[in-house]
């Protein structure tokens, strides 16, 4: 389940810095004020750990009766300075967690999340709700005959690998290499990824600067696409030295899901509304390591068996199951 913490204190990411760093939930920190805003781009159920202090009692109340009655999400509080006037009064309003002075030192442990799941019962509507990994099986849009793009129309929904894939350090590029450098590597990188799965089929579809998405028609299998990613991240560490003319070694991530969305034509895509896409570039941007490859439970369900060998399960993220390739170097 995702955690979505809402506080105004840098140091509160350190309180929950044993979920992050051991991936068992996706976790988002944001400021306080956006809490109203963030919620209602949320489509799964979330938890929400909502920073009361420095709030005046006519506010905490405000806020905690608004986040209460949302039916998408468990509230939490954070109250190291007892602020809250009447913690047992927020748990018979249906509160899953209070968060005092001592909690936040010891910080936020798989074990507590498991207490509060405990706590309110595996009976919760949120918590036997279906999860996103069984929806990935129910598909609905087709297959695209012989997997040929000659057969995609745009505005008709069909069913694709979506391939995530961007350049990691990029923060440090940009603060050692001037305009010219960083254009060149943006460059390098998007012709290095066309060449690699142009022949299977696959099209860059959304970029921006470092990376973005491939996407692949889906017909029947077998499906060469995790076969040629598995080829990319094998073959790096050679490919820092023939395809880029730079000094440091080239490192990205991929990741790679199978789902289904309306096509559209490069450049014309800004109205697309599709969860598949939105948790690939979450798979890429939130959840995959530096020099990592992933993939979801159906692409893995429909991996060559030979290759399946060369991956490991991994932490679930926003509900479903992944895949991490075995280090080979």
Not at 15 to 37: C, M, Q, T
Not at 110 to 127: C, E, M, N, T, W
Not at 169 to 186: A, F, N, P, Q, V
Not at 240 to 257: A, D, N, Q, V, Y
Request: with cysteine.
């Amino acid at each position: 389940m995702k955690i979505l913490v809402f506080t105004n204190r840098k140091r509160t990411e350190e309180v929950f810095s044993a979920l992050i760093s051991g991936r068992s939930h996706d976790v988002e920190i944001h400021p306080r004020a956006e809490y109203r805003d963030r919620l209602k781009l949320e489509t799964n159920p979330c938890m929400v750990y909502f920073d009361i202090s420095g709030m005046s009692r006519t506010d905490q109340k405000k806020e905690l009766r608004y986040l209460l009655k949302q039916e998408n999400s468990l509230t939490a509080v954070i109250d190291d300075k007892g602020e809250l006037e009447d913690p047992a009064a927020f748990f018979h309003e249906g509160g899953v967690d209070y968060l005092g002075k001592k909690q936040m030192r010891e910080g936020v442990s798989l074990g507590r999340l498991k207490a509060v799941f405990s706590f309110i019962g595996q009976d919760h509507p949120l918590l036997s709700a279906p999860s996103a990994s069984a929806a990935d099986t129910s598909f609905t849009a087709p297959l695209v005959p012989d997997g040929k793009w000659k057969h995609v129309k745009p505005g008709h929904e069909y069913m694709f690998h979506f391939l995530f894939a961007e350049l990691d350090l990029t923060d440090e590029w940009k603060k050692k290499s001037g305009r010219e450098h960083l254009k060149l590597i943006e460059e390098r990188f998007h012709e290095y990824i066309r060449k690699a799965f142009e022949p299977i089929n696959g099209r860059v579809w959304m970029w921006n600067e470092f990376g973005g998405l491939v996407l692949f028609p889906c017909g029947e299998p077998p499906f060469p696409v995790v076969l040629a990613a598995c080829k990319l991240m094998v073959n790096r560490n050679i490919a820092s030295c023939e395809e880029f003319p730079f000094k440091t070694p080239i490192s990205f991530r991929l990741g790679l899901h199978l789902g289904e969305t309306v096509y559209m034509e490069r450049g014309n895509t800004g109205t697309i509304v599709s969860d598949t896409i939105n948790f690939t570039f979450h798979l890429g941007t939130r959840y995959a390591r530096p020099g990592s490859l992933y993939i979801t439970k159906p692409v893995y369900d429909h991996t060559h068996p030979g290759l399946k060998d060369l991956f490991v399960k991994d932490a679930p993220f926003e509900g479903r199951e992944v895949y991490r390739m075995r280090r080979i170097l």
